[in-house]
């Protein structure tokens, strides 16, 4: 067992008396024991320290300067929050290209978002390993049921890939 001793003098002093040893044992495991899961603590955390950090720059754009607009992909939006019908529009960013009322059923949302994807879709190509986008709209109170409805739906419409086949869409949720 790991320990530190103190040692005490014994023996006679000058007075003629016999001083007591002064002998202590103190138990080092507890302190290496913390010291190592301090350690581990710390490398640990040390990856997790990179993972959130924010890019940032203090260059300030001048009158001067060409401003590049940002680039948005274009992406199918599958709005279901109306009570009679699904809202299917592409959009690059703001700007709304298409916009396509269905009517509130899952199978007649499978064919329609089929369609739009063959007609619309950017990544149609089976060389191309890219997925085109689509964005659910749900209210906050909306059944699950009905969200997998529609993600069923949009995940029917498969693309062909060299090997298999893949859902054309990679889906996001957004909610208000």
């Known amino acids: 067992m790991a320990g530190l001793s103190v040692g005490g003098g014994g023996g006679s002093g000058a ?29 640990v955390t ?21 401003i590049d607009p940002p680039v948005h992909a274009k992406a199918l939006h599958v709005d279901m929050r109306a009570p ?13 290209s298409r916009s396509v009322d269905v009517d509130r059923d899952p199978a007649a949302l499978a064919r329609a978002i089929g369609r ?3 007609s619309s879709g ?3 190509s089976p060389g191309d390993p890219e997925r085109d986008e689509a964005v659910l709209h749900t209210a906050n109170d909306t059944p699950f049921r009905d969200m997998v409805a529609v ?12 090997r ?9 949720l957004a909610t208000q």
Do not use: C
């Open 122 to 124: 950017v990544h149609t």
């Open 151 to 162: 993600m069923d739906a949009v995940e029917a419409t498969r693309r062909p890939l060299r």
């Open 164 to 172: 298999g086949q893949v859902p054309a869409f990679a889906l996001t």
């Open 84 to 96: 009679d019908k699904f809202v299917l529009s592409w959009r690059e960013g703001p700007t709304v």
């Open 46 to 66: 040390a990856v997790w320290s990179h993972m959130y950090r924010l890019e940032g720059s203090a260059k300030v754009p001048t009158p001067g300067d060409p």
């Open 15 to 43: 007075s003629g008396r016999g001083r007591r040893a002064l002998d202590a044992d103190l138990n080092m495991v507890p302190m290496i024991d913390l010291l190592m899961v301090t350690i581990a603590f710390l490398l």
């Open 116 to 118: 739009e994807w063959r």
